[in-house]
């Protein structure tokens, strides 16, 4: 079961609180609501948020109801994308996760801050473990 930190961890997902769940985020990411808004496509929402990862945290592998585009403000991530494999993404970098593909990683040695985009089945949670 998981424990209510590591709920709350859990996303990069982005926004993964990146919303209606934190799975598979990373231990002590917060994530700030910038916007909610129903489309492109019914049944389906699009999530804007910030995302504030402590250095040197872990990211949980996760997946996400919906597609991924993040960017790095601050700071650098290490993201596995199953199929794709390990990538460094520095500030002024942006990546893309399909639906349903596990990712995690690792932030790099000082704190990131990223800009992340969700387009997600609503209703669903907005990550969940892998």
Do not use: N, W
């Given at each position: 079961?998981?424990?209510r930190?590591?709920?709350?961890?859990?996303?990069?997902c982005?926004i993964?609180?990146?919303?209606a769940?934190?799975?598979g985020?990373?231990?002590?990411?917060?994530?700030t609501?910038l916007?909610?808004?129903?489309g492109p496509?019914?049944?389906?929402?699009?999530i804007?948020?910030?995302i504030?990862?402590?250095?040197d945290?872990l990211?949980?592998?996760?997946t996400?109801?919906?597609?991924?585009?993040?960017y790095?403000?601050?700071?650098?991530?290490m993201?596995d994308?199953?199929g794709?494999g390990?990538?460094t993404?520095?500030?002024?970098d942006?990546f893309q996760?399909?639906?349903?593909?596990?990712h995690?990683g690792k932030?790099?040695?000082?704190?990131a801050?990223?800009?992340?985009?969700?387009?997600?089945e609503?209703?669903?949670?907005?990550?969940?473990p892998a």
């Amino acid at each position: 079961m998981l424990s209510r930190r590591g709920f709350v961890s859990c996303a990069l997902c982005a926004i993964a609180g990146f919303s209606a769940s934190d799975a598979g985020a990373a231990t002590g990411l917060k994530r700030t609501i910038l916007s909610r808004v129903d489309g492109p496509a019914a049944g389906y929402e699009t999530i804007e948020a910030r995302i504030e990862i402590p250095a040197d945290s872990l990211i949980a592998r996760h997946t996400h109801f919906g597609v991924e585009t993040s960017y790095v403000l601050e700071g650098s991530v290490m993201l596995d994308v199953q199929g794709v494999g390990p990538k460094t993404y520095s500030a002024g970098d942006g990546f893309q996760v399909p639906t349903h593909v596990p990712h995690g990683g690792k932030c790099g040695d000082k704190p990131a801050v990223l800009v992340g985009v969700y387009v997600v089945e609503k209703g669903k949670p907005l990550a969940t473990p892998a």
